[in-house]
């Protein structure tokens, strides 16, 4: 493969998107849509899992910047949010005060030094990406993380009847070709095996139709939280 499925995914159905629809639509689109209702449940999803003002954060797949722009009104951070495709990351930055920094990253690392961030997230992101490719990330995120430092990511399960929808849709996209990105679930024994291997411990799962102490509505999408052991 000359460059990754994601590179390419991304690039073909954002450009369609801008082509489509104004560019605000196109930017909410992009990344799920329901920008500002979605950014506000995973903002308060991380609140949940401890994020505090003054954390070095490092947003997986910030596409737009539906959470970034939801976070920055609560919380003063060390935000850097990185991703593959280039109108994407602009907008983000144009919705987001300016020490939010934003980097395009086209490597299945993250750009940070060891040991020097608090917290890493990803939604909707693994859900797009080979597993193998998945764990390659949790590997550097490990890298990065401070000792007690948390990684929380979304993903998609079997166990949700909800998110078979997901699955069926795919199916059809790809009877007619028109499958515009993968769409991955993981399992949760695949997450406890990922963590064990590297030496994380799960912390919690939080069911997709769970609705989360400071959240009004359920995410959809399960997420799992997961913490680097203060002592190694
Ligand atoms: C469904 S969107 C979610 C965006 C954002 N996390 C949110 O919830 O609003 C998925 C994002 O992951 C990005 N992406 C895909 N593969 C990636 C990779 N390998 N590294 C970083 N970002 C990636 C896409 O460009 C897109 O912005």
Known sequence: MAEFHFVEDYERHVKALIKAFPIDEAMSLAVGGDYDRIGGILANILAYSGIQNGMSVVDLGCGSGRVAKSLSKNFDLNYLGIDVIKDLV????????????FKINRKLSIPARAESVDLVFAF??????????????LEDIW?????????????????????WGVFSNTVEQQRASTKT???????????EAWADHL??????????????????EALGQSTVIIKKPLEI
């Open 90 to 101: 602009d907008y983000a930055a144009s919705v987001c005060p300016s020490n939010y920094k």
């Open 124 to 137: 909707s992101v693994f859900t797009h990406l080979l597993h193998e490719e998945t764990y390659l990330y």
């Open 143 to 163: 890298r990065t993380l401070k000792p007690g430092g948390t990684v929380v990511f979304s993903f998609l399960e079997y166990r949700m009847k909800s998110h």
């Open 181 to 191: 990105h993968l769409n991955m679930f993981i399992e949760r024994n695949q997450i």
């Open 199 to 216: 030496g994380f411990k799960i912390q919690e799962f939080v069911s997709g139709d769970i609705i989360t102490p400071n959240n009004k």
